[in-house]
């Protein structure tokens, strides 16, 4: 995962000069126009917002601690970056996982400043009565250039595959009322030397992207939703304003309704990262993300990114959230109309 730029609500004139000193921490910023195409594709049917009731009825199920106890067996095979044996024992798991449901596993090798890496998408798909995919994703890789720190990626990797699996156990074995969805453990989201939009980055989503396009998958996209360093104890999930802001209120409704909105959007962010590929071709996306892990982002990326900095509980908020939100998209009318942001 990789940070463009931050800011907060109560954000001063005053403090412009240490905000933009935040916004070139650890990259290159891109320019106007790259974050423009990044932030709001042009405006099109399938990126307006749709009309969506309020919902009723018992909330979603999540076992915190099935998911607890996945994301510890993650993070028990250590480092796991593309390309090591690791990363091949995490697919494996991951495989096991979702034996007997419909999965595709999506494999290439990538052009990375290393060389050439293999990198391997995991798709299980769940099929709905609706006509359209709600795609969740998260990866499940860790940092390249930290392979040998001891880097064990607990919440960045860890949490996301974790969530993943978890909800895998929710949507098994029933027919789907709504749209189907598709749970997708994408590979190479890390950078294998130093991230570059485009470049030296999610590797595997902009292959699907890629791929999605050419085969018109696409346009079926109703919604992708990106969960990324989800498992902070301290759970505060940023709003992305590279993200679709529709789906990004969408979301904000759905953690209101279980009661959990004083866990988001505190905060305003610029995010780069899974969903990126996938908001520069149009498709609503949003990134569930708190990218500040530890005062001042501290344990991100370092060997200090382990279990003990996590709860069960945040996980499970963030994995009810995504299910609530699936939810409220099932119930959209097809119909789309002009929305304004929920919440500034």
Request: proline letters at 5%.
């Amino acid at each position: 995962m990789k940070f463009v730029c931050r800011g907060t609500k109560f954000a001063l004139i005053f403090f412009l000069a240490l905000t933009l000193a935040a916004c070139t921490q650890n990259k290159t910023a891109p320019d106007a126009e790259d974050n423009s195409s990044a932030a709001a594709a042009a405006p099109t049917a399938q990126n307006a917002a749709p009309m969506i009731p309020d919902v009723t009825g018992a909330p979603p199920a999540f076992d915190s601690e099935r998911a607890w106890q996945y994301t510890k067996d993650v993070v028990a095979f250590g480092p796991r970056p593309i390309g090591s044996a690791n990363h091949k024992k995490l697919e494996d798991y991951i495989l096991a996982h979702l034996k007997g449901d419909d999965v595709v596993a999506d494999t290439f090798m990538a052009d990375t400043p290393a060389g050439q890496l293999p990198v391997r998408n995991i798709i299980a798909r769940y099929q709905g009565i609706k006509d359209g995919v709600i795609i969740i994703a998260g990866h499940y890789d860790t940092g390249y250039p930290l392979r040998d720190s001891g880097y064990v990626g607990a919440n960045d990797g860890g949490s996301s595959t974790a969530v993943l699996l978890e909800l895998a156990n929710q949507l098994r074995g029933k027919k789907r009322e709504g749209y189907s969805v598709w749970l997708l453990w994408t590979d190479g989201e890390e950078a294998v030397k130093e991230w570059k939009n485009g470049v030296d980055s999610v590797y595997g989503v902009r292959y699907l992207a890629n791929q999605w396009q050419k085969d018109g998958t696409l346009k079926t996209i109703k919604a992708f939703l990106l969960a990324d360093m989800i498992g902070d104890a301290d759970l505060n999930i940023d709003r992305d304003e590279n993200s679709t802001p529709w789906l990004e209120d969408l979301i904000y409704r759905a953690a209101a309704q279980l009661g959990y909105q004083s866990h988001f959007y505190a905060r305003k962010v610029g995010m780069d990262d899974d969903h990126t590929p996938l908001v520069q071709l149009g498709v609503p996306s949003a990134d569930l993300i708190d990218f500040d892990y530890g005062y001042g982002n501290v344990f991100w990326h370092t060997p200090q990114d382990t279990l003990d900095k996590l709860s069960p509980k945040s996980i499970a908020i963030v994995g009810e959230v995504i299910l609530e939100t699936v939810r409220m998209l099932d119930a959209s009318s097809g119909q789309t109309h002009t929305q304004t942001n929920a919440r500034p």
